[in-house]
């Protein structure tokens, strides 16, 4: 449909007797319909595609053009597609995570420098990802603070102190300082979490 030839056609250069050809009309009527449904066939088909051209080009014009990603820019990553290890529910997972170092730009996708944890391939497309502008009023975000990589090359965050205890639901849960992070990054770890602390 492309070439608007048939594929014998073109690799011949003459298209195949079928040894049944009708004899060309002599009737007038019959060749002027024939060349009049050749000429309509051709303008419906010039139509189309200048229909499609017109909305290609609409459509191009509301696109909104990508942002010209830089080696070392800092990114959200879009939590849609990621199965992560922590996630309860997808419903209450945070949308956008990060933000993350960008390693390597490609023509439709970067790279990022992601934690080993989360087990992630790190090239995503750039509809996944967006410029981080800094935090919003009130928003945490999640940075890499000091981590040690275990024999199994898994990192690991350190705990700089370990605050409080409580039990919840007949287990034992400590309140953590991480190394590295403030006092309102504090979290209630259960004790399985703290295992190598």
Not at 53 to 76: F, I, T
Not at 119 to 124: E, L, S
Request: aromatic share 6%; hydrophobic share 35%.
């Amino acid at each position: 449909s492309a070439t608007g030839k048939a594929p014998f056609e073109v690799t011949r250069l003459y298209l195949p007797r079928m040894g049944v050809e009708p004899d060309k009309s002599k009737n007038e009527a019959a060749g002027n319909m024939a060349k009049d449904m050749k000429s309509v066939l051709d303008k419906t088909c010039k139509a189309l595609f200048k229909t499609a051209e017109q909305m290609k080009g609409r459509a191009e014009h509301r696109r909104s053009k990508a942002p010209d990603y830089k080696v070392g820019d800092l990114v959200w990553l879009d939590t849609d597609h990621l199965k992560l290890k922590d996630r309860q529910s997808r419903k209450l997972t945070k949308k956008w995570i990060g933000p993350y170092r960008i390693k390597e730009v490609k023509p439709n996708a970067v790279e990022l420098e992601l934690p080993k944890r989360m087990r992630v391939v790190p090239t995503v497309n750039i509809s996944r990802v967006k410029p981080f502008k800094g935090p919003l009023p009130g928003q945490r975000v999640d940075r890499p603070g000091p981590v040690v990589v275990t024999q199994e090359g898994e990192e690991e965050f350190e705990v700089e102190q370990v605050v409080d205890a409580r039990l919840k639901r007949g287990k034992l849960e400590f309140l953590v300082l991480w190394k590295g992070y403030g006092d309102k990054d504090r979290t209630w770890e259960p004790e399985a979490h703290l295992e190598n602390s």
